[in-house]
């Protein structure tokens, strides 16, 4: 599933604080720090079956209200930690919902089995040359 950021964007909410990190004096007022809030229930872009999948791999991102929470205090800018963060959910959301391919069991080819036979017939010749044959 290819996600769009827009039609992503109309879905997610934020929360803005104060953050810590570079900005000297400018940390003290403006809040840079991005908490984003996405709900996979409530999301018109997934179909049942990918929220079911959803909520079993990303159950450890949910908060205690069932949101998916992404926090980003990366940068000294408001916006550019908005599209960090959201950056991180559209990575989040298509690695939770990439199938990975059946993995198709090799065989063993025939010239494998043939060593392997004519390596036990020579090991049991071996081992009969050892045997003594008693007379009774």
């Known amino acids: ?9 109309r879905e997610i909410s ?14 003290n ?8 809030l ?18 079993e791999k990303l159950q450890t991102r949910f ?3 069932g949101l998916v ?3 980003c205090d990366e940068e000294r800018s408001q916006y550019l ?7 991180r959910l559209i990575v989040l959301l298509t690695n939770a919902l990439h199938k990975p391919k059946v993995r198709k069991p090799s065989k063993v080819s025939r010239a ?8 036990k017939k020579i090991q049991s010749a071996k081992k009969a040359d050892r045997k003594k044959d008693f007379d009774y």
Request: hydrophobic fraction near 35%.
């Open 29 to 36: 007022k403006v809040s840079t720090k991005v908490e984003l």
């Open 81 to 87: 930690n908005k599209e960090i963060a959201v950056e």
């Open 1 to 9: 599933m290819n996600l769009n950021k827009a039609d992503l964007q």
């Open 38 to 55: 996405f709900s996979i229930d409530g999301s018109i872009l997934f179909t049942d079956e990918e929220k079911l999948l959803l909520n």
């Open 69 to 71: 929470q992404v926090i």
């Open 112 to 119: 494998a089995k043939l060593a392997r036979l004519g390596n």
């Open 14 to 27: 934020y929360k803005t604080s104060r953050s810590g990190g570079k900005g000297g004096q400018n940390v």
């Open 63 to 65: 908060n205690k209200d």
